[in-house]
Nanobody
Framework: QVQLAESGGGLVQAGGSLRLSCAAS????????MGWFCQAPGKEREFVAA????????YYADSVKGRFTIARDNARNMVYLQMNSLKPEDTAVYYC?????????????????WGQGTQVTVSS
């Protein structure tokens, strides 16, 4: 089993940057694909980015392509989301998630493990 904990959220002005981190525990971390999802108040949880177990392949929501970058460091059991050119509409709680598999990585209910989330607020 994998336990996940996010950090790095906060308040930033539009156009600014944040780097979210997800610390994972568990000896099988490197066997899991990882994703980032976000959820704003009253909204459905949405896909942001995903990365396969080896880090060879990455996937992004259209709304964040060119602005966000997902990366992982299996030696350190860490996953990152670099967020640049932030917009007020990016404001949400961001969740780190993991799953044993490499298909349907954009679908939240396919993931097995979830962190508690970290708040990102972008002011205008």
């Amino acid at each position: 089993q994998v336990q996940l904990a996010e950090s790095g959220g906060g308040l930033v002005q539009a156009g600014g940057s944040l780097r979210l981190s997800c610390a994972a525990s568990g000896r099988t971390f490197s066997t899991y694909s990882m994703g980032w999802f976000c959820q704003a108040p009253g909204k459905e949880r949405e896909f942001v980015a995903a990365i396969t177990r080896s880090g060879l392949s990455t996937y992004y929501a259209d709304s964040v392509k060119g602005r966000f970058t997902i990366a992982r460091d299996n030696a350190r059991n860490m996953v990152y989301l670099q967020m640049n050119s932030l917009k007020p509409e990016d404001t949400a709680v961001y969740y780190c998630a993991g799953r044993d598999g490499s298909r349907w990585l954009t679908v939240a209910h396919e993931y097995d493990y979830w962190g508690q989330g970290t708040q990102v607020t972008v002011s205008s």
